[in-house]
Structures are given as structure tokens and as C-alpha cells.
């Protein structure tokens, strides 16, 4: 999810639409939530889950009314209609039709510095599935 993302964003230079901004207007975020919410899933810790949960909604929650208060002022009325219709974390169902179509790219992905959050989930995964063969 967040790969697909940051291969699609073009920050501070357009309001992104496309590719997963089309069903949620925080995709890097969902990746995040996704993610790490995967691990104590996996490693069946219900303790740290609930920690990670509410450690995660304070956060981005605080996070996400920050950039949606930037976005309001760059983007105006632009960025209210897709508001209006694109959720601000749980994805439609369904994507939402833009005119916007700039598409994925593995170099804006790079750009984007993706390489460092795709590195550190293939390692905890990779721990995880060691510490399961070990056991």
C-alpha cells in the first residue's frame, strides 16, 4: 500500500487523485496502520496491538488534520470536492473518478525515499518468520 502510494504522490506539486489516493486521501498512512497492526497481529500480541492503536490514532490523527489544513490552503475548492468524495483514512469501496491521472513510477517511489519503509517490513516479516521456524 505504501509502495503503491509513493510510486503515485508528487508532493507540494499537485493534489495526487490517482492510483490508492482514489479510494482514501491518506494511503501512506492506511500502508503504516496496515503494517504494523499486521505484526502484533501476527506475533499474536493483543497488548501491544492496543497500544499500537491508540499510539497510532493520537499520532496520525493529529497528523492528518495538519496536512488536510495545508492542503485546504494550496489546493481551495480543489481539494474540498475530493474531500467530499475520497475518505480520509477507511478506503472506498470503490475508486472515485479524477481527471488526474499521472500513474505509478518506481523513480518517484525512490524519490520518495518508499525503500526505507518496503526495507524495514520485509525485516520484521523476515524476523517473524525466523522466530516461527525457530519455535
Known sequence: MRLWA?????????LTRSGPYAYTRNPLYLGSFLSG???FVLIH?????????????L??????????DYLSGKY???FAAYRKHVPAFLP???????????GFSWQRAVENREYTSLG????????????????
Open 6 to 14: 509513493a510510486g503515485n504522490i508528487v508532493k507540494s506539486e499537485t
Open 37 to 39: 497492526s499486521g505484526v
Open 45 to 57: 500480541n493483543w497488548w501491544l496491538l492496543a497500544i499500537f492503536l491508540g499510539g497510532f490514532g
Open 59 to 68: 499520532f496520525y490523527g493529529s497528523t492528518i488534520r495538519g496536512e488536510e
Open 76 to 78: 481551495g475548492e480543489e
Open 92 to 102: 472506498r469501496i470503490l475508486p472515485h473518478r479524477s481527471s488526474q491521472h499521472a
Open 120 to 135: 524495514c517490513t520485509i525485516a520484521v516479516t523476515a524476523l517473524i518468520l525466523f522466530m516461527a521456524y525457530v519455535r
